[in-house]
């Protein structure tokens, strides 16, 4: 995606939504861009960013390729590191074990990540989801991170959630259909309405939209 492609997200996302006019108003140009690496790293990233502060995230990720010593993760490095090894990088035990199902799956099946950018996002999303760990949010910010993928709403984030909540001015939580309808006038740009709406918790945004 190019700065072209955010110009006219952002113009028809001002255009479609009147909440989504104000935050970008706040926020000002996407910067969003893709994790760098193969598909195997980038998937492996996605997996090490489960349920964790961005920051704790870059943090084990980044010692992990430290001890690996490669900025891209060799499948055969990977799925020869003990467990003593993947603690020592922060990796948590349940976190291991998707990571050697990942090792697995991807082994059986060599033509899946090459295949991924030829394949629509529901069934990206089939494909990926059938790895044991990796579930919905897994798949989403590999097809929006990974492969730039221009319309994921991730409706399972709990961040994408909470902004929604703030800037749409909503009583409770949204729930995924609350998430899907609100959502719907973004299309075909949702992954750049994401970024938005992640953007939108960062307080130095919310100082000034006071």
């Given at each position: 995606m190019s700065t072209p492609f955010y110009k006219k997200a952002r113009g028809h996302l001002t255009r479609s939504c009147p909440v989504m006019?104000?935050?970008?108003?706040?926020?000002?140009?996407?910067?969003?861009?893709?994790?760098?690496?193969?598909?195997?790293?980038?998937?492996?990233?996605?997996?090490?960013?489960?349920?964790?502060?961005?920051?704790?995230?870059?943090?084990?990720?980044?010692?992990?390729?430290?001890?690996?010593?490669?900025?891209?993760?060799?499948?055969?490095?990977l799925s020869g590191m003990t467990e003593a090894q993947f603690k020592g990088c922060g990796i948590s035990g349940p976190k291991q074990r998707t990571l050697r199902a990942v090792v697995d799956h991807v082994n059986t099946n060599p033509e899946l990540l090459p295949g991924i950018p030829d394949m629509d996002d529901e069934t990206a999303r089939e494909q990926l989801t059938q790895i044991k760990g990796i579930g919905p949010w897994t798949a989403d910010m590999f097809l929006m991170f990974g492969i730039m993928r221009p319309d994921v709403l991730p409706v399972g984030d709990y961040g994408v959630r909470v902004a929604i909540k703030n800037q749409f001015k909503l009583r409770k939580m949204p729930d995924a259909s609350k998430c899907w309808k609100i959502g719907e006038p973004w299309k075909p740009y949702r992954s750049v309405a994401a970024w938005y709406l992640w953007r939108s918790l960062e307080p130095r945004y919310q100082e000034k939209d006071e």
């Open positions: 006019k104000r935050v970008i108003g706040v926020v000002g140009p996407c910067t969003m861009a893709s994790f760098p690496g193969d598909p195997f790293t980038l998937l492996v990233r996605c997996v090490i960013y489960q349920q964790i502060s961005t920051k704790a995230a870059k943090s084990i990720f980044d010692k992990l390729t430290a001890s690996i010593g490669d900025s891209n993760i060799p499948i055969a490095k």
